[in-house]
């Protein structure tokens, strides 16, 4: 079933396209090849709504509905895919755990600055013996008077290094071998309290500037204050929460997927021999039947402005729509659906 795309959606999918295109394509492959993270597209993609789009607008978010945030990920997704998965982590992880299970002084502290973009959030849960297996985790949480402390190691975490806020997940109670699930609370770490070391940096194959790295916990000390939630529910968090995390995850594959299609055709496209295109052979299109109408769609979302706007008047001209919208999201403006608009499957 199609649903049909409101205006505000049109508006949104165009600003993340157009700030995907002037600011991430030209820089992903440098950035990828370095395996370097630049904090000033955390600093943009916060100052344009994209990092707070599921947060109300009471705590400086956008207040956005999901298939508008996947909407505009996919976007994002196509121009870098370490950048998406900054996006996708921070916006579905951390923010959605301390909405819905953090109180007042929790979401005051962080909501506000991690929809600005001026606060970063990670999410740690896996370790190096508990990965899928996430139940048998052993990282303890142990309440020492007004501090928990922790001590463990945690694996395989998104942004681990360059957050300001990470939802750790650990067991504050000894494990029960046949309730492994139970017992296990969530805490809001910041990388200033005492005992926290970020540990090695995984080197991979792709997505590499997006920072994955070990946390290890040396008797960390976390005040009674940061605990999210009732204690021991903080597996049932985690889990309530990743599957919201799963939505982005596909729109993520979907924005590369495009991304990787629109570079094919273009090399068939550019790439000659004997004289003409390799698009031309029958191959090549024999191999790709769906190449065609794909590439047409994707010709008319992203048809180019034109030649004569410099790169520094389409920055200004995102930056002037990303106010307008904003502007109006504040003013409470809400857009009635548009029976010309693109549609999506869902």
Same mark, same amino acid.
């Given at each position: 079933?199609?649903? @049909?795309l409101?205006?505000?959606q049109?508006?949104?999918?165009?600003?993340?396209?157009? *700030?995907?295109?002037?600011?991430?394509?030209?820089?992903?492959?440098?950035?990828?090849?370095?395996a370097?993270?630049?904090?000033t597209?955390?600093?943009?993609?916060?100052?344009?709504?994209?990092?707070?789009?599921?947060?109300?607008?009471?705590?400086d978010?956008?207040?956005?509905?999901?298939?508008t945030?996947?909407?505009?990920?996919?976007?994002?997704?196509?121009?870098?895919?370490?950048?998406?998965?900054?996006?996708?982590v &921070?916006?579905?992880?951390p923010?959605?755990?301390?909405l819905?299970?953090?109180?007042?002084?929790?979401k005051?502290?962080?909501?506000? @600055?991690?929809?600005?973009?001026?606060?970063?959030?990670?999410?740690?849960?896996?370790?190096?013996d508990?990965g899928s297996?996430?139940?048998?985790?052993?990282?303890?949480?142990?309440?020492?008077?007004?501090?928990w402390?922790?001590?463990?190691?945690?694996?395989?975490?998104?942004?681990?290094?360059?957050?300001?806020?990470?939802?750790?997940?650990?067991?504050?109670?000894?494990?029960?071998?046949? &309730?492994?699930?139970?017992?296990?609370?969530? *805490?809001?770490?910041?990388?200033?309290?005492?005992?926290f &070391?970020?540990?090695?940096?995984?080197?991979?194959m792709?997505l590499?500037?997006?920072?994955? +790295?070990?946390?290890?916990?040396?008797?960390?000390?976390?005040?009674?204050?940061n605990l999210?939630g009732?204690? /021991?529910?903080?597996?049932?968090?985690?889990?309530?929460?990743l599957?919201?995390?799963?939505? /982005?995850?596909?729109? =993520?594959a979907?924005?590369?997927?495009?991304?990787?299609?629109? &570079?094919?055709?273009?090399?068939?496209? !550019?790439?000659? !021999?004997?004289?003409?295109? +390799?698009?031309?052979f =029958?191959?090549? =299109?024999?191999?790709?039947?769906?190449?065609?109408?794909?590439?047409?769609?994707?010709?008319?979302?992203?048809? @180019?402005?034109?030649c004569s706007?410099?790169?520094a008047?389409?920055?200004?001209?995102?930056?002037?729509?990303?106010?307008?919208?904003?502007?109006r999201?504040?003013?409470?403006?809400?857009?009635?659906?548009s029976?010309?608009?693109?549609?999506?499957?869902t």
């Amino acid at each position: 079933m199609l649903t @049909p795309l409101t205006e505000e959606q049109r508006e949104i999918v165009g600003l993340a396209r157009a *700030f995907a295109r002037e600011e991430l394509v030209p820089n992903a492959a440098t950035w990828d090849r370095e395996a370097r993270f630049d904090r000033t597209v955390a600093a943009k993609l916060g100052s344009l709504g994209f990092l707070g789009m599921l947060i109300p607008e009471e705590y400086d978010g956008l207040g956005l509905d999901t298939l508008t945030y996947l909407l505009a990920l996919e976007e994002i997704a196509v121009g870098d895919a370490s950048t998406a998965v900054l996006m996708s982590v &921070h916006n579905s992880l951390p923010t959605q755990m301390i909405l819905r299970f953090g109180n007042g002084e929790q979401k005051e502290r962080f909501l506000r @600055p991690m929809a600005r973009g001026e606060m970063i959030g990670a999410f740690a849960l896996s370790e190096p013996d508990a990965g899928s297996d996430a139940s048998s985790l052993r990282c303890q949480a142990v309440r020492e008077g007004d501090e928990w402390v922790l001590s463990g190691t945690k694996s395989w975490v998104t942004s681990g290094s360059v957050a300001d806020v990470i939802v750790v997940i650990a067991r504050s109670t000894p494990l029960n071998p046949e &309730h492994r699930s139970r017992g296990i609370s969530a *805490f809001l770490v910041t990388p200033d309290l005492p005992g926290f &070391h970020v540990g090695k940096k995984e080197d991979k194959m792709g997505l590499r500037a997006s920072p994955t +790295v070990q946390l290890n916990f040396d008797g960390l000390r976390v005040p009674a204050a940061n605990l999210l939630g009732e204690e /021991g529910q903080g597996f049932v968090y985690a889990m309530r929460s990743l599957d919201h995390g799963r939505l /982005g995850i596909a729109a =993520q594959a979907v924005g590369i997927a495009r991304a990787a299609l629109e &570079h094919a055709l273009e090399y068939t496209a !550019q790439r000659k !021999q004997f004289g003409q295109p +390799v698009r031309d052979f =029958q191959a090549i =299109q024999l191999g790709s039947p769906t190449w065609a109408p794909a590439s047409r769609r994707r010709a008319r979302r992203s048809m @180019p402005r034109p030649c004569s706007r410099t790169a520094a008047d389409r920055r200004r001209s995102t930056a002037r729509s990303a106010s307008c919208w904003r502007a109006r999201r504040r003013c409470g403006s809400r857009r009635r659906p548009s029976s010309s608009s693109g549609a999506m499957a869902t």
